[in-house]
């Protein structure tokens, strides 16, 4: 991440930018080091990396810098702020901590994407729920086919492994990356009824809804793992990443399994939050 030592490196400080040459870090202090020295002289010391945390945190919120944006590299912005790299270091722990920032090795840094959230509470595609935030949300299908129900998943549908289902394979990217995968199986007659579905633009719910299905509940389980390299090649992220993994089944009025999905979603981009209620518990995901 360092720059050419010779390129002057051109930072956004104090809603501007500024150009600064590495070389010339000595002959000049930086306004987090004058507010140091003012304080110190006070009778009260900050430590420099706080307050080089505390003035990116606050670019980042002013919109100076955008989500998803790359932050300089790492020796630009030690000199722009008069520090030395492991001073820098620490500033950008503390921004990592508060999900500011996402350092990715041998890439850089860069301003954590908006969160976006998808209502557990309800029965609406990851793309409808996105959307609702105001998201842009773009439907890759990786492929789509007839097959023979594998045992995990006859065994969560309740069929037979013999029979055949709509194996349906999407990629949802937003925010500029590729980040959540999922994998839906739909048993018959429903599955044979949708082979010509643009899945692309219709959601499975809204699809099965097209064909009179009546979709009653779903059970979901969510848990962390790590991105496999199966799935990553898939993503906008490296093997061994955190990850949550959602397993839903998706019910008719009488019971029967419909649906069977696996979604992977990146652990950077999403996370669960909860609106607590005296008379009840309302879980949303956010997408970092």
Known sequence: MAADQRQPARLKIGGCQRSVTPERTDQRMSPIMAADTADAAGGRTVARYRAIAADLA???RDGHYAPGEALPAQRALSTAYGVTLMTLRQAL?????EGLIVQQPGKGTFVAPLHAAYQLGSLRSFGDDLRE?????????????????????????????AETGLRLERVRAFAGRRAIHQISWVREPHADRLRDVDFTTTSLYAALADLGVVVARAAETIRPEVLNADVARYLDEDEGAPVLVSDRITYAPDGTALVADRATMLGSMMQITADRAATGLSLHWKAV
Do not use: D, N, Y
Not at 133 to 146: F, K, P
């Open 93 to 97: 722990r503390e921004l990592s901590a």
């Open 58 to 60: 606050a670019r980042i």
């Open 133 to 161: 935030q105001g998201h842009e949300v773009r439907t890759i299908v990786i492929s789509r086919a007839q097959r023979r129900v594998p045992s995990r998943v006859a065994a969560r549908l309740r069929v037979r492994e």
